[in-house]
């Protein structure tokens, strides 16, 4: 059990455009979820928290326009990068604490954006 | 504000040999402790936690770690390593606060080579 899965796990996209990611606790309701950001042979940086029907809290240097998270269900929350640059290019991964322990992170399997 | 702090970028290590890879962590109430491997490319194992209670904590793959709250460091040990052993190892911190678990704060993480 406790299995998080992410939507694409690859995305190449136009410099401008608007990108998707999803993350769904796939066998348990996650009231809180979280978003990291790794650049390449980097360490993993969190992004923002995400609470289920609520506002994302975001750390501070993250731009909340550019990152939009929605955290929409008990399964489900999605980071949307709005007008991707290359610099936006990463690996974003997502974890759920598993409600309502809430004391141990199941990650997913990354995405990793590339713009052009 | 909460830290960790991995000393080895690199470390390299025979087959079979022992292996301990050093955390220090800063956290300003009791923390969670975690250790983490990934491969080129690939999402984050849990090797092992540790929430309370027994200071040695075991973990899968042989891996051990030892939490010591007087050195505030939580340092991780394999007896006799395996090639397939070769990854980025990260040690991670976090904790609750409110009603639910907080986002992790990962050290910089300790590339491991295993020589033939």
């Known amino acids: 059990g406790a299995v998080v899965s992410q939507h694409p796990s690859r995305v190449i996209c136009k410099s401008g455009t608007s990108v998707k990611i999803e993350c769904r606790s796939l066998?348990?309701?996650?009231?809180?979820m979280f978003w990291y950001r790794q650049f390449p042979k980097q360490s993993l940086m969190l992004m923002a928290t995400s609470n289920e029907g609520s506002k994302a809290t975001y750390e501070q240097g993250v731009e909340k326009d550019k990152f939009l998270i929605n955290h929409a269900s008990l399964t489900l929350s999605t980071l949307t990068v709005t007008s991707a640059h290359p610099e936006d290019s990463s690996f974003y991964i997502c974890?759920?604490?598993?409600?309502?322990?809430?004391?141990?992170?199941?990650f997913g399997p990354g995405t990793r954006l590339t713009v052009l | 504000a909460q830290s960790v702090t991995q000393p080895d970028i690199h470390i390299t290590v025979s087959e079979g040999a022992s292996l301990e890879l050093r955390c220090n962590y800063s956290?300003?109430?009791?923390?969670?402790l975690f250790w983490y491997v990934q491969s080129p490319g690939q999402g984050l194992q849990l090797l092992l936690k540790y929430f309370s209670g027994d200071t040695l904590v075991q973990g899968i793959k042989g891996f051990e770690a030892e939490f010591k709250r007087s050195q505030s460091s939580f340092n991780l040990r394999k007896p006799s390593v395996h090639w397939s052993d070769a990854a980025e190892y990260f040690c991670a911190v976090g904790g609750r606060s409110g009603g639910g678990a907080d986002g992790l704060t990962f050290g910089k993480g300790t590339h491991l080579i295993i020589q033939p």
């Open positions: 974890s759920a604490a598993r409600d309502p322990l809430g004391d141990e992170q199941f």
């Open positions: 066998d348990f309701q996650a009231t809180t």
């Open positions: 956290y300003g109430a009791t923390p969670y």
